[in-house]
Structure formats: C-alpha cells, structure tokens
C-alpha cells in the first residue's frame, strides 16, 4: 500500500483483519487535505429531511448549497412532489455585510403562501453562522405569522462532518413529533426509520408489513409527510434502518414518550428475513409470527431459481464496498457471501467503533476495513486487491472506472431498488451485468497478482 502510506495520520482509521482486534479510530474530522469521502454537516441534514414530500425545504445561504444538494435523494413520492424543489435565499454580497434576515423572512413569506406547506424547514448554511443570523427569531416570527411549524435547521457546515448532519437533522425532526393526535393507532404498530424510498423500497417494506398484520404510522423519512411525523409518538416501535441517519431521533423518542427501537436492515435475504422475524417477535403475537414465516417463504421461492444462475457465475470473484453508512456494509457483506464472492475491502463515512468491531467479526481474514477514506487510500485498495467490483456511491464510480473495475451504485443517486427480497435479486442480476461485462477487456486494468 506504497500510496496510502503517504497519509501517515490516517493508519489509525485502517485495519485489516486477522492481524489483531479491531481498534479501528472513527467518528472523527476529517483530515485537511486529505479530499474525504464525506459531506459537510448542512449536506448531511438535507439528505435525511429532504424526503419529507409535503414540507417546504428552504436553504438560507448562497446558491451554491442549495445546487449541491438539489434533489441529492432522488426520493419518489406517492403524492406531494413539494421537497422536488430547491429553493434557496441566495445571499449576496450585501446580505453577508448587513445580514439576511429579512431577506429570509420575506422568502418564507412568500413561499408559504404560494406552496401552502404542512410544514416549513430552513437549513443554515456555513456563511450564516459565520454572520449570524438568528434562524430561530426569524422561523418563530413566522410562524406564529402564518401558522405552520417553521423549523430551523442548524446545519452550518464548518461545525462537524455529515453524521453530525444527522443529528440536526434528528433535532429539527424532534420538534414536530409529539405534536399530533395519535387517536386510532393499532397497538401493532411501527415507524420506518431510516429508509428514503430511492427507489420504492419503503412501499416494498410497507407491504411486508403490512402482510404481517402491523400498520406503519410514519416513514422517516421516505415519502414522508408531515402529519405522520406528528402523530409518530403513538407507534409501539421504532423501526431502525439506516443507523447513522436517525438513531438519534430513536433516542429523542425513547427519552421523551418510552418509544422502544430496534435496529435492522432490508438488505440481503439474510438481514431482510432477520428483520421482519425481529419485528415479529418485538409483538410476541403468534399468528403474526406465522404470517411472517409465511411472507419470508413466498418470497424466497419467488426469487431462489434465478439467484441460483447468478451464484453459479460469479463464484470466486472479489468486491470491495465503500458506502455511507455502516448498516448497509453488514448486508452488503453478507449478499456478496450468498454470491460466492468474497469482500476484499470494506469501509463507510460514518461507521462507529461498534460497527467496525461488527465487520471485523464477519469479514474473512485479510479484508481491509476503512473509516472515512481519500481517494488516494480507495485507488490503492483497490489496485493491491484486484476486486471485479466495486460498491460505492456517486463519488466512487470514477475510481472504478478508471482502474477498469466494475460498479454498482449503493448510494442515494441510484435507481434501481435493492432492498427487500426483490432487491436482492435486482442486486444481484446488477452485479453480474457488470462483473460479467466484455467491456473489461478492453480496459486498462492492472495485472492480477501471481500468487
């Protein structure tokens, strides 16, 4: 690894498996220069509010940030397609020297009125914490204005990296649960934490559910609405899939109204099926249990036959998984294994050291495990382990391309849904299309070592 070698201060945040217990450093600043993976704290809030269909999504800074994250989820919607919108106050020279306040107020203003919101949330970008703008005088006059929640969102960049992002984002959510009726909810009941609906996912999870006998108070924040985040405190579970992103809300609830959580995945066969058998269990009801049996039966049969091809192909061939958060790594590692394939290299923007120890425990030995990698420290990885496919997200795919490796996008660009027992099946049927591509001899790919 000649090349990462140059990043002396990075060899705490890399491990390999098998040379001794996992130690790995994380949850820590990104190292200047180094060109990180990650986000900023404001790109961080705006992925995990963002899909919230029927809330105005306003950016107070210049229009650079609202560009950088207009329609960074790719969230469909069943209904309000309001959060499509990037709408931004655009502040000028003039307004970071006098300050924005008032051009803030008179764009909520006017925005509320023509786009009738359930709700309204304003991002703070790294230009007004620099001049100070008071987001919560201006969000509290307006809304005692015109009567609708106004949220500010305190996401000012320069203070913490996107995982912090998150938490603002978990905050900002706080302020509306809690305040809604919850007349009328099962006492079988959950909230879809965590999932954003890139591509139909949490309407597939909804249908599991569903077929399970359990109602979905809210999904948060994939095709969410406002008035079910209101009401979300009357769930009987929290339902938590992407960790990172809004385990921090999971706290809030089980602080403030007892709500109990639970951690899953809808990635991979294994972690879908473990998911729903954990829900199950959580309501200890066992015709509900029976009615989960039934659903993780049908939908292996369904997909079983033509999974068994893709197995048969790619057996032996080696990944590499660099994806946001670590949740996602667990599963992908797991789905890989189910191919035939082996994990060369695995790694996350915002792993903790439960979650690095986790992956140490599953990968085989000699896997590198990385926290918040460079390219530099990507590109090498992937060269020193030869993989024929690389799983990332938008930032990673020129890496791949350029070493002549094969790529499947894991990130919140994509199109294709991968979760649920059909989305392994699409999974793998991706994974095969592009390891298995001609278009790879023809690429400048480096030699496979000998050994």
């Known amino acids: 690894m000649p090349q990462a070698a140059l990043l002396e201060e990075r060899h705490e945040q890399i491990h390999r498996t098998g040379t001794a217990p996992c130690e790995i450093a994380c949850d820590k600043e990104s190292l200047a220069g180094a060109v990180s993976q990650r986000a900023c704290l404001f790109c961080g809030s705006r992925v995990v509010l963002y899909p919230i269909a029927d809330a105005l999504h306003l950016v ?73 703008d008071d987001l919560e005088a201006v969000c509290r006059g307006v809304e005692a204005e ?71 108070v809210a999904n948060i924040t994939g095709d969410g609405r406002v008035d079910d985040l209101r009401r979300a405190h009357g769930a009987a579970l929290n339902v938590v899939q992407c960790s990172g992103s809004t385990m921090e809300l999971a706290k809030i609830m089980a602080e403030s109204y007892g709500t109990p959580s639970l951690r899953v995945s809808y990635f991979g066969i294994e972690d879908m099926a473990a998911s729903l058998y954990s829900v199950a269990a959580f309501f ?10 039934q659903v993780v039966r049908t939908e292996i049969a369904t997909i079983m036959p033509e999974l068994k091809r893709y197995q048969d192909e790619l057996a032996g061939k080696k990944a590499a998984i660099y994806v946001g958060g670590a949740f996602k790594a667990f599963s992908l590692v797991k789905a890989f294994r189910l191919l035939g394939m082996s994990v060369a290299m695995v790694g996350s923007q915002t792993g903790t050291k439960e979650d690095y120890q986790e992956l140490a425990e599953i990968c085989d030995p000699g896997t590198i495990i990385v926290d918040d990698a460079n390219p530099l420290e990507l590109t090498s990885f992937l060269e020193e382990k030869s993989v024929d496919i690389f799983v990332g997200g938008v930032k990673e795919r020129p890496i791949a391309y350029k070493l002549g490796v094969g790529f499947c996008d894991h990130n919140h660009e994509r199109k294709e849904c991968l979760a649920g027992f059909a989305g392994m099946l699409n999974f793998a049927r991706e994974v095969h299309a592009s390891v298995m591509s001609p278009v790879w001899r023809l690429a400048p790919r480096p030699a496979r070592p000998t050994d």
């Open 146 to 216: 015109t009567g609708i929640p106004v949220i500010p969102v305190q996401s000012e960049g320069f203070k913490g990296n996107k995982r912090a992002g998150y938490h603002a984002a978990c905050r900002a959510m706080a302020r509306l649960v809690g305040t809604g009726d919850t007349s009328g909810i099962s006492p079988h009941s959950i909230n879809i934490l965590g999932d954003f609906n890139l591509a139909g996912e949490i309407w597939l999870v909804r249908d599991y559910f569903k077929r399970m006998g359990i109602e979905v």
């Open 60 to 132: 107070h800074g210049p229009i650079g940030c609202a560009v950088y994250t207009w329609d960074i989820r790719g969230a469909l919607s069943s209904g309000p397609e309001l959060h499509r919108l990037s709408f931004s106050t655009d502040l000028k020279e003039r307004e970071v020297i006098f300050g924005g306040e008032k051009k803030l107020k008179a764009a909520l203003l006017e925005l509320i009125a023509r786009h009738a919101p359930k709700a309204a949330f304003v991002y703070s970008t790294c230009i007004v914490g620099i001049i100070g």
């Open 284 to 293: 200890k009801d066992p015709a509900m249990m029976e009615r989960t049996r």
